[in-house]
């Protein structure tokens, strides 16, 4: 089992930049895949960016080119970073990871931009 618990949410201006932060409860070394999700209201949960042990990258078109994943295993933590931001991408952004066939999902932080 594993929890997940995300940071760095907040309120941004149309090209401005945020970084979330999921710190996991315990060791992610030997997790697979660790990523992030985005949903708002009325809309499916999307994918957004997923990151492998090996360090290898997901992610959707919609941010390419604007938002980067990356992990540090020695803090048991995952990171998005999103620059260029515009107001499409406000939502409640969701850190995950699946662990031994269990999903598991963090409690969401909401990321709101500005035009």
């Known amino acids: 089992q594993v929890q997940l618990v995300e940071s760095g949410g907040g309120l941004v201006q149309a090209g401005g930049s945020l970084r979330l932060s999921c710190a996991a409860s315990r060791s992610i070394f030997s997790i697979n895949v660790m990523g992030w999700y985005r949903q708002v209201p009325g809309k499916q949960r999307e994918l957004v960016a997923v990151?492998?042990?090996?360090?290898?990258?997901t992610l959707a078109d919609s941010v390419k080119g604007r938002f980067s994943i990356s992990r540090d295993n020695a803090k048991s933590t995952v990171y998005l970073q999103m620059n260029s931001l515009t107001p499409e991408d406000t939502a409640v952004y969701y850190c995950?990871?699946?662990?031994?066939?269990?999903?598991?999902w963090g409690q969401g932080t909401q990321v709101t931009v500005s035009s």
């Open positions: 995950y990871t699946r662990v031994r066939f269990s999903d598991y």
């Open positions: 990151i492998s042990s090996g360090g290898s990258t």
